[in-house]
């Protein structure tokens, strides 16, 4: 069956770096879009970065861009989030994503399968 399972989320300091990893299994992992979401607590699940199904695409969040660089390797069937610069904003429990579309895409409603998340908690 198809899982996303996340993981590398933990505890950083504010302007300290997290990388998050996203194992696929179950389907074709170079055929699809894919994406990081994120929810902080009492908030909205917000889009944060998707990546076309070859890497040649990317899309970010304004809150994100310049600070986190979303990345694939369809050999090894793996999604990641390096996230540099981190600010306390950026807590939340953080999502990947398969897309239902052939182009990348910032909204949620165009995901149908997701991780179980990891947490991100950045200090000040």
């Known amino acids: 069956q198809v899982q996303l399972v996340e993981s590398g989320g933990g505890l950083a300091q504010a302007g300290g770096s997290l990388r998050l990893s996203c194992s696929a299994s179950?389907?074709?992992?170079?055929?699809?879009?894919m994406g990081w979401f994120r929810q902080a607590s009492g908030k909205e699940r917000e889009f944060v970065a998707a990546?076309?199904?070859?890497?040649?695409?990317?899309n970010y969040a304004d809150s994100v861009k310049g600070r986190f660089t979303i990345a694939r390797d369809n050999a090894k069937k793996s999604l990641y989030l390096q996230m540099n610069s981190l600010k306390p904003e950026d807590t939340a429990v953080y999502y990947c994503?398969?897309?239902?579309?052939?182009?990348?895409?910032?909204?949620?409603?165009?995901?149908?399968?997701w991780g179980q998340g990891t947490q991100v908690t950045v200090s000040s």
């Open positions: 994503a398969r897309a239902n579309r052939m182009t990348i895409s910032s909204f949620s409603r165009e995901y149908d399968y």
């Open positions: 179950g389907w074709t992992f170079s055929s699809y879009c």
């Open positions: 990546i076309s199904w070859s890497g040649g695409s990317t």
